[in-house]
């Protein structure tokens, strides 16, 4: 099946640092790509849809000054989470698709914790 | 759709017994039905899809039922393992749009 990456998988960074998380389609072509967040316990929250070449769709109440994202190839995207707080500390999950019907793949997350 | 950001509900299990993890959608124009398995601290895996013209659809140990009339989807597991350990979603898609997910079920499994 098809194999989506991110890294760091987990990252401790400072309060007001920023930390940049990548997501890759290693062995496809991503049209879209999404950002989920996930506190504990929770279910997947959406925070953002992403096409390549274009600027990423933001849901309601998600900063896109705070979160910005960038999808400039069709196997990378990546989030940037700008001057981080601890409230910022979550689970971070990208998924990308090759195409609107097709399946979405799923990366294994990156645990951010902001001291 | 579906609500999220709500505390997990939890089914506990012994091994070997079945389990059935419930979902209930709100759209009833999505025609694409899809359940996930995610494991502490990884990203969710596709166990299993249905569509909307079908009402049961098999896999190996799982198996889906969708009831359209009442917007309801369930997950079959035979014969737990405590390797299915886990939090179960379901998401409901229409088209081209993008999946809503449900809230998720934690499944544990007693040995």
């Known amino acids: 099946g098809a194999v989506v990456s991110q890294h760091p998988s987990r990252v401790i960074c400072k309060s007001g640092t920023s930390v940049k998380i990548e997501c890759r389609s290693l062995?496809?072509?991503?049209?879209?790509m999404f950002w989920y967040r996930q506190f504990p316990k929770q279910s997947l929250m959406l925070m953002a849809t992403?096409?390549?070449?274009?600027?990423?769709?933001?849901e309601q109440g998600v900063e896109k000054d705070k979160f910005l994202i960038n999808h400039a190839s069709l196997t990378l995207s990546t989030l940037t989470v700008t001057s981080a707080h601890p409230e910022d500390s979550s689970f971070y999950i990208c998924?990308?698709?090759?195409?609107?019907?097709?399946?979405?793949?799923f990366g294994p997350g990156t645990r951010l914790t902001v001291t | 759709g579906e609500s999220v950001g709500l505390h997990l509900p939890t089914l506990s299990v012994q091994e070997g017994d079945n389990s059935i993890i419930n979902c209930a959608y709100s759209n009833s124009a999505s025609d694409y039905f899809i359940w996930y398995k995610q494991e502490s601290g990884k990203g969710p895996q596709f166990i299993i899809d249905?569509?909307?013209?079908?009402d049961k659809r098999q896999g190996q140990r799982v198996t889906v039922l969708l009831n359209k009339t009442v917007k309801h989807l369930s997950l079959q597991i035979a014969a737990t393992q405590p390797g299915d350990s886990a939090v179960y979603f379901c998401?409901?898609?229409?088209?081209?749009?993008?999946?809503?997910f449900g809230r998720g079920t934690s499944l544990i499994v007693h040995p």
């Open positions: 062995d496809f072509q991503a049209t879209t």
């Open positions: 992403s096409n390549e070449g274009s600027k990423a769709t933001y």
């Open positions: 998924s990308a698709r090759q195409g609107g019907f097709d399946e979405q793949y």
């Open positions: 249905i569509r909307s013209n079908m």
């Open positions: 998401a409901e898609k229409q088209g081209s749009y993008i999946p809503t």
